[in-house]
């Protein structure tokens, strides 16, 4: 088992947002997919970002406001978000006084690849857990 440790580990600034990608822990052979934490301070906000990865976001503290195509989407702790591949988004922190941090795992999807798509298990998913990845 490996530990991951927030505090201590080497860090980036983008704009006023402490940015920590795991790529420091040379997983990059051992893992489908990369990470990263990053912290909004409060009254704060991501610059524009968009790429060709998926992201999945975990909100680990405060109240994320993600605004994506003119539309705001508030996401508490424990709950996620996927941003889809070349969706433009900014990740606003509406506190005053609670810091904003978020785990994102992200990756290419398979299409980008050059690989076949796996096939789609929607047709075996529940109606209620389709309409919740949406």
């Given at each position: 088992?490996?530990?991951?440790?927030?505090?201590?580990?080497?860090?980036?600034?983008?704009?006023?947002?402490?940015?920590?990608?795991?790529?420091?822990?040379g997983?990059?052979?051992?893992?489908?997919?990369?990470?990263?934490?990053?912290?909004?301070?409060?009254?704060?906000?991501?610059?524009?970002?968009?790429?060709?990865?998926?992201?999945?976001?975990?909100?680990?503290?405060?109240?994320?406001h993600?605004?994506?195509?003119g539309?705001?989407?508030?996401?508490?702790?424990?709950?996620?978000?996927?941003l889809?591949?070349?969706?433009?988004?900014?990740?606003?922190?509406?506190s005053?006084?609670?810091?904003?941090?978020?785990?994102?795992?992200?990756?290419?999807?398979?299409?980008?690849?050059?690989s076949?798509?796996?096939?789609?298990?929607?047709?075996?998913?529940p109606?209620?857990a389709?309409?919740a990845?949406q």
């Open positions: 088992m490996r530990t991951f440790d927030l505090i201590t580990a080497e860090s980036l600034f983008v704009k006023d947002l402490r940015v920590v990608r795991w790529e420091q822990y997983l990059d052979r051992d893992m489908p997919f990369q990470a990263m934490w990053y912290s909004v301070p409060p009254g704060s906000e991501s610059p524009v970002d968009q790429h060709p990865e998926l992201e999945l976001s975990i909100v680990v503290a405060g109240t994320a993600v605004l994506v195509g539309v705001v989407h508030e996401v508490t702790t424990g709950d996620a978000f996927l889809g591949s070349t969706e433009a988004h900014v990740v606003q922190n509406r005053a006084d609670e810091l904003l941090t978020v785990f994102s795992a992200y990756w290419m999807p398979l299409e980008a690849e050059g076949e798509p796996a096939p789609s298990e929607e047709a075996d998913r109606v209620e389709t309409a990845v």
